[in-house]
């Protein structure tokens, strides 16, 4: 007789739910452990099987136990508390899986080789002093003959996020509202509620943000609007020039948001098929574009650029001199080799037909079993489910790790149910996966499972 059986004082969910708690503080239960089946439990206790998946259910929202679909339900692994509440829950899907395709990340095998620009780093790059410029001038030429408008101020970060965070904390004060994209990056939501800042959802097409939307958000006296550009995360889709300029119109126009700075995050630039845009094309002195070379580059370069109006840029500099000071100017020699050898820049431009190559193909695949999938630029897809856990745990059943959808949607928004499927990392026959997928879609239309994602 499992342990469990003697542990529990009440038979309904709370109680079943708290005796497995009760296990696991004490050790009794340690991560990993399998647990019996919801029939063999109820079977035990007398129960109806509905009472053991209801706590089964309440158990697994609080982080005690994960279930591996028809691999069985174990008890999880220690929380990593420090990762942001959004970012747990994603982990929180960290199960053996035969292919990841959660994880958001670029193919490592589709990054340009290191070895050549690491050689050629200049001993100047490891003697420069405190005083010199925070960004190398030849980076910093690169960069301006590259931006999508001409902005008064460049600087080099620690990544997109970086330079987000450190623009937020400029502009915006505690209880200022921000716009967001829904679905947005999980990273932003978790980093406005970091500020103490207030996220107004801005509903999202294939060509990028919905006007009437946009406006309606503006009307809420923003401080900031922070946008993705192209290849948005997680729907893939890239913003169009005449959208840009429908939307920096609508930014000009507004007498609610006059002060208002968008924010873009141009995270896949170098890997998308899209041209670039920006509405720093119209309204250049409202605009803060974000340009990283984590996706198309390596993450671990951890390097973004920043441009925009100096008075916000110079303070960000500033503020950086009391922190790191700069970003490692070794590394910024390095994206600067990267960027201008023609290897490198044949490799990136491979990788980016490759990334499309993978995109269409996973299309066409699930267009083959049924199930729509809007076209996509860079590396994710957003796919409609009827049931975002069900949909999970079926993928998982097939050694398949996707991610949920939920974690993707501002507080208190509710959206038709979707998984996001990485298509960039599908390095095989993407045939088994869109049938694995395709079946999922059809299991979850039956409601076997009814969950819903939760963070602290």
């Known amino acids: ?74 008890v999880r692994g220690p929380r990593q508390d420090w990762l942001p509440a959004r970012s747990q829950v994603m982990a929180g899907r960290d199960l053996p899986a035969r292919i990841d395709l959660s994880r958001g990340t670029p193919d490592p095998d589709l990054l340009p080789a290191l070895g050549p620009a690491l ?29 999508p408008y001409r902005a008064e101020a460049l600087t080099v ?3 997109a996020l970086d330079a987000i965070s450190r623009s937020l904390e400029q502009i915006a004060r505690f209880s200022d509202r921000v716009i967001v994209e829904s679905p947005t990056f999980p ?19 294939a060509h990028g943000p919905i006007p009437r939307s946009f406006a309606a958000a503006l009307a809420q006296s923003p401080v900031a609007a922070l946008l993705q550009p192209r290849a948005h995360n997680p729907t893939g889709a890239s913003m169009t020039e005449d959208r840009a300029h429908e939307l920096a119109l609508l930014v000009r126009a507004s007498s609610t948001a ?29 605009v803060l574009h974000v340009r990283s070379y984590s996706k198309s580059h390596g993450p671990d370069l951890r390097i973004a650029a920043l441009g925009g109006p100096s008075k916000i840029i110079d303070r960000v ?22 960027l201008v050898d023609g290897t490198s820049i044949a490799q990136v431009g491979a990788a980016r037909a490759e990334y499309a190559r993978r995109q269409h193909e996973l299309s066409t695949a699930l267009a083959a079993v049924g199930v729509s999938a809007p076209a996509a630029d860079g ?78």
């Open 1 to 74: 007789m499992h342990p469990l059986i003697d542990e529990i004082e009440q038979r309904n969910p709370a109680g079943i739910a708290a005796a497995l708690g009760r296990l696991v503080t004490t050790g009794r239960l340690n991560a990993g452990d399998r647990l019996p089946t919801v029939r063999e439990i109820a079977a035990e206790l007398g129960v109806s099987p509905a009472t053991v998946s209801q706590a089964w259910r309440a158990a697994g929202a609080a982080g005690i136990i994960v279930s591996r679909g028809r691999g069985g339900t174990f």
């Open 187 to 205: 990273p932003f939501l978790d980093l406005l509620d970091q500020l103490g800042l207030s996220a107004v959802p801005v509903a999202v097409d």
């Open 258 to 286: 006059s002060g208002m700075i968008v924010i873009e995050d141009d995270h896949s630039g170098e890997i998308s098929l899209a041209d670039d845009v920006s509405l720093g094309r119209w309204i250049a002195d409202r």
């Open 157 to 159: 970060v620690n990544g």
């Open 119 to 147: 050689a050629r780093v200049s001993q100047r790059a490891v003697t420069s002093t405190y005083q010199d410029l925070p960004v190398i001038p030849e980076l910093l030429t690169v960069l301006d003959d590259s931006w």
């Open 379 to 456: 590396i994710n897809t957003w796919l409609a489910v009827d049931d975002e856990q069900d949909a999970i745990l079926q993928l998982a059943a097939s050694g398949i790790r996707v991610a949920g959808g939920t974690p993707f949607l501002p507080r208190n928004e509710f959206q038709p149910a979707h998984i996001r499927v990485t298509a960039g990392a599908i390095r095989e026959d993407v045939s088994p996966i869109a049938d694995a997928i395709g079946s999922a879609v059809r299991s979850s239309a039956n409601g076997v499972h009814t969950l819903t994602a939760r963070w602290a």
């Open 317 to 338: 500099v500033a503020r950086r001199m009391l922190g790191p000071g700069w970003t490692s100017r070794m590394l910024q020699t390095i994206l600067h080799e990267l």
